[in-house]
Nanobody, 127 residues
Framework: QVQPIESGGGSVQAGMSLRLSCALF????????MGWFRQAPGKDREFVAA????????FYADSVKGRFTISRDNAKSTVYLQMNSLKPEDSASYHCAAARLSNNTYIPRRENEFGYWGQGTQVTVSS
């Protein structure tokens, strides 16, 4: 059983920073590409960022590029999402997801490419 567990959400003012963490339990972390998605009330879940399990290549949604950074620590089986210069429109439930892929250079970006999902952690940004 593979289970991502998120932590680090909270309430901050616009312009501030938060770091989300996601620990992957149950399997060898190195075999999984990892991603972050978010869902605001009344909206569809949207892709935020992803990182390969090989070289750690990253990809970001345009809305967060230059402000958010995804990284991973394979020794700790943990992926991070550093969020800087937060905006009210970043408010959402942030979900970590894991994708087991045979290609260690491929960056998954679609929801159906990820087989394992966390419960989410809430981020609220006030103006």
């Amino acid at each position: 059983q593979v289970q991502p567990i998120e932590s680090g959400g909270g309430s901050v003012q616009a312009g501030m920073s938060l770091r989300l963490s996601c620990a992957l339990f149950g399997r060898t972390f190195n075999d999984y590409a990892m991603g972050w998605f978010r869902q605001a009330p009344g909206k569809d879940r949207e892709f935020v960022a992803a990182i390969t399990w090989g070289a750690g290549t990253t990809f970001y949604a345009d809305s967060v590029k230059g402000r958010f950074t995804i990284s991973r620590d394979n020794a700790k089986s943990t992926v991070y999402l550093q969020m800087n210069s937060l905006k009210p429109e970043d408010s959402a439930s942030y979900h970590c997801a894991a994708a087991r892929l045979s290609n260690n250079t491929y960056i998954p970006r679609r929801e159906n490419e990820f087989g394992y999902w966390g419960q989410g952690t809430q981020v609220t940004v006030s103006s």
